[in-house]
């Protein structure tokens, strides 16, 4: 893999520190700023809104920048809002600036993925997307527990402080290291590239990737309270959960990049089959430490294996539309990620208990299943009838 490449991973890794360390922060956001677990939790549906928003409308507007200049400038304010949230007492304003962060992000993330995708060869799409979305999953090993130890040492704002701080040599990173001109010719005209956008496969593979990542933040967002409340275990172990989710979530990227290009069905299936399965089980065992703390791990890697495939099927699947497709997949994944933090904070609110997130889930993905194999079963369906007409015509 090219080596501004893993660069964009630094950005990522960022970015994705600051979507997920709420997780972690959560009760603690709505102690000092006067609201509730539910209203505070809303601050990762905000942040998952501004991403669903901002990410076709950021891709369409890149189009008319390079992709390097599009890089700096997303990256930049993104910076400057978590400067703006580390400092505010306004519940509105914190809110206001997860919104504008998420719209940087969401831009930077789909001109990163078409940047990333020009950098290697046309049948190395899953490699590249591998690559690029492990800075996700470092953010959930390194960045995510290390927000939360900052906010438990030194209040939330620290964690917001951090991701600004570790944005600064990402800008320069980013400046120095992505090859000025990638990706920037032979571009398609916008009309092409919608056009590109109505395949029946493309609008499969969002619609399981919403429901898939729906799945994992329903969970990750109220880990924090399952571990305490349910588990049995003390504040101390959030970090620690926190990161072995994180670590599940590496290597879950790690192991489906070497298989996504040549067996991305059978890392569907079978992937999504355990996840529905392992949600489940969770939910029925996360009283017992040892069983949760397992689980954390495996889901995680299940999670973000299976999710990290439908993204490269999404680019597979709309090759005329190279900067959209990227701003549609980061589009529908985080329709997912506004989606499940509010199931399951109603089903929480709804006074089903901490341990409820996880059966929604379990109910997610199973429905992810249903409409893969409705789906799969259509197109045998329209292929048979498609030989039934051939050989009545011979």
């Not at 304003?93 to 993330?109: E, I, M, Q, Y």
């Not at 999670?303 to 099927?313: C, D, E, H, Q």
Request: hydrophobic share 55%.
């Amino acid at each position: 893999m090219p080596f501004a490449l893993l660069l964009l991973g630094l950005a990522v890794f960022a970015q994705g520190t600051s979507e997920f360390m709420l997780s972690g922060l959560v009760p603690d956001i709505a102690r000092d700023l006067g609201v509730s677990v539910p209203a505070a939790g809303a601050l990762t549906s905000a942040f998952a809104v501004g991403m669903v928003v901002g990410a076709p409308l950021m891709a369409g507007l890149a189009r008319r920048w390079s992709r390097r200049g599009a890089l700096l400038g997303f990256l930049g304010v993104f910076l400057g809002v978590h400067v703006v949230g580390a400092v505010t007492d306004s519940f509105g304003v914190l809110l206001a600036t997860r919104v504008v962060g998420a719209l940087a992000n969401a831009g930077f993330l789909a001109v990163a993925l078409v940047t990333a995708v020009h950098m290697v060869e046309p049948d190395a799409k899953g490699r590249a997307t591998s690559t690029l979305l492990g800075g996700v999953t470092l953010a959930c090993v390194v960045g995510v527990p290390a927000g939360a130890s900052l906010g438990q040492l030194w209040g939330w704002r620290a964690a917001f402080w951090a991701v600004a701080l570790v944005s600064v040599p990402a800008v320069v990173a980013v400046a120095k290291s992505v090859p000025d001109g990638v990706g920037d010719t032979a571009r398609p005209a916008l009309r092409g590239e919608l056009a590109s956008l109505r395949g029946p496969r493309l609008r499969l593979a969002l619609l399981l990737g919403a429901l898939v990542n729906g799945a994992t933040f329903c969970t990750f967002t109220y880990l924090a309270l399952l571990v305490t409340h349910v588990t049995g275990l003390g504040g101390g172990w959030v970090p620690l959960v926190l990161a072995l989710f994180g670590a599940g979530s590496f290597v879950g990227v790690t192991v489906r990049g070497r298989f996504a290009d040549r067996r991305p069905g059978v890392v569907l299936g079978a992937g999504g089959i355990a996840l529905c399965l392992g949600w489940a089980a969770f939910a029925l065992g996360a009283g017992t430490p040892a069983v949760a703390l397992g689980l954390v791990f495996v889901q995680g890697a299940l999670s973000f294996g299976v999710g990290s495939t439908l993204i490269s099927r999404a680019l597979y699947a709309a090759p005329g539309a190279p900067t959209l497709a990227g701003g549609f997949a980061t589009a529908a994944f985080n329709v997912g990620a506004a989606l499940g933090p509010w199931l399951g904070g109603t089903a929480i609110g709804a006074g089903l208990g901490y341990r409820s997130p996880l059966w929604v889930s379990a109910v997610l993905v199973a429905l992810s299943l249903v409409v893969a194999g409705w789906s799969a079963a259509r197109r045998r369906r329209g292929a048979a009838r498609g030989r039934t007409r051939a050989s009545a015509s011979v």
